[in-house]
């Protein structure tokens, strides 16, 4: 129950921090600019800082699943293509959103505070520690409808091989992925 919930903390954890701080402290150390002058496209700058944001947060992953086979003999009963594809997805879907963080804070600062002000509720919101049956019924909705729940739960029955029967999850995912990306768009400058 925990490992998949770890992953989630590990995927939503260094992508929001990751992105949205770096990004914002590039914009106001100057960095961006400075890159900007250099023959660099900014698409391959974008793609070369996401992919060394995906990296990282493999590393971590692949820390979790060391320490869980060693201590807890953690085994994978579902698919592992299904599972790294998963965490592909919920990388992309929270270096989105770190983005979009990173493109209207004004500071490292503000990201900071912008990104813990969302992040520390919805740690303790979607099914990362507990399931979210146990949470008032006027918050279950509140609960689904937030970007890691449906990672966590997927990742959840990947691991327990456990059929993925509401793709509904994937469709809250992809609304997330669609309005980081636009924000990111609208406003990184």
Partial sequence: FLLPGGIGFV???SAFMG??????????????????????KTSTLALGFTLSQIIFIALGIIILFVIGKAAFNVQVFGSWAALIG??????ITFLALGGAIGSVARSPRAATIITMIIFMPMIFL????????????????????LP???????????????EMGNLWRLGV????????ALITIR???
Avoid: H
Wanted: overall charge positive; aromatic content about 12%; proline content about 6%.
């Fill in 173 to 180: 995912m992809a609304f997330w992925l669609i309005v980081g």
């Fill in 148 to 162: 890691l729940t449906p990672l966590n739960t997927v990742l959840r029955d990947i691991v327990f091989g456990v």
């Fill in 187 to 189: 406003f990184f400058r």
């Fill in 86 to 91: 998963m965490m592909i997805f919920g990388m």
């Fill in 11 to 13: 995927i939503c954890a």
């Fill in 126 to 145: 979607s099914e990362m520690w507990m399931p979210i049956s146990m949470f008032p019924s006027w918050l279950q909705p509140i609960c689904q409808a």
């Fill in 19 to 40: 992105m949205s701080v770096t990004l914002s402290t590039y914009r106001e150390t100057g960095v961006l600019k400075r890159l900007r002058v250099t023959p660099l």
